[in-house]
């Protein structure tokens, strides 16, 4: 009956008790070489598992593109990486992973990288980019079982990003910045509808940058001073988005030393930590 309320279910997270993650990344852990075979990435691969076990690592955070070209063969899509094994058949590097860390017990999270902060990256504020975006989270999400995703580069680039011409045409007047935002928080949204579709307990987490408004910009800030800010520089209101509970985790990109003068290690986290608690 259409009419009737949902059915309450319970959600059940894989995650670690205590995570103890490592990225293991295509061009810096395995395919260094574009000319190299399926066998030898796997081969790559496999070394990365081993050096894995050996220190202890519970999670691995798996990027599944390199430079914003997925690192399997995408439908539709002419600019996938393709790693050729020896009998001509395309290796699936992610999916490869995927089994390695199944057979030893070893978490997983998928990484989709947005690239809104590159020059040939995605625009959300376009239709053909809030479409790719769209593509890219739901063909990824159901092709891989990892046990949860992160969603990374939200926000745009400091000094660029967002189209004028779709301002004009769906908001003119309501002001570029706040179209910029809302047009970011609204594929960022419609990612994590496009996961949780596919599997309600699928972990989905936030790849945060380290600060997201300096207290001089905004009185709810980080004190923190001189580096990009997610909501005056990227129009990525990471913050909201917390407060929201949009996100079952948040991952901190936090760069800078304990004793770094504009953004330390220490500050930056306590901010985060702060906000997470609320």
């Known amino acids: 009956i259409d009419n009737e309320d949902p ?77 050729k094994n020896e009998d001509g058949t395309d290796l699936d590097p992610p999916a490869y992973i995927l089994e390695c860390a199944k057979e030893r017990g070893i978490y997983t999270y998928g990484v989709i990288d947005f690239r809104v902060n590159a020059k040939d990256g995605f625009d959300p504020s376009t239709k053909e980019g809030a479409a790719a975006i769209h593509k890219m989270t739901a063909e990824a999400a159901a092709r891989y079982s990892f046990d949860g995703w992160m969603l990374d580069n939200t926000g745009y680039a400091a000094g660029g990003g967002g189209s004028y011409a779709s301002y004009m045409s769906v908001m003119p007047g309501g002001g570029f910045e706040r179209f910029q935002r809302e047009s970011i928080t609204a594929a960022v949204i419609d990612a994590v509808k496009a ?84």
Not at 31 to 56: C, L, P, R
């Open 7 to 83: 059915i309450d279910q319970d959600i059940l997270f894989a995650r670690p008790d205590m995570m103890k993650g490592v990225w293991l990344k295509a061009g810096t852990d395995y395919y260094i070489s574009k000319t190299e075979s399926g066998e030898t990435v796997e081969a790559q691969i496999d070394e990365a598992f081993a050096k894995i076990a050996q220190w202890g690592f519970n999670t691995v955070i798996v990027p599944v593109s390199l430079d914003g070209r997925p690192l399997y063969i995408s439908e539709g899509d002419g600019n996938s990486i393709s790693i």
């Open 195 to 278: 996961i949780k579709d596919i599997n309600v307990n699928l972990y989905v987490g936030l790849l945060a940058d380290g600060v997201w408004a300096h207290s001089a910009s905004d009185e709810r800030g980080s004190k923190t001073n001189g580096v990009y800010e997610s909501l005056t520089d990227g129009f990525a209101d990471t913050r909201a988005w917390v407060e929201n509970g949009l996100f079952d985790f948040v991952m901190v990109k936090n760069h800078y030393s304990t004793l770094d003068a504009s953004a330390p290690f220490g500050k930056v986290l306590e901010w985060w930590a702060a906000l997470c608690k609320e």
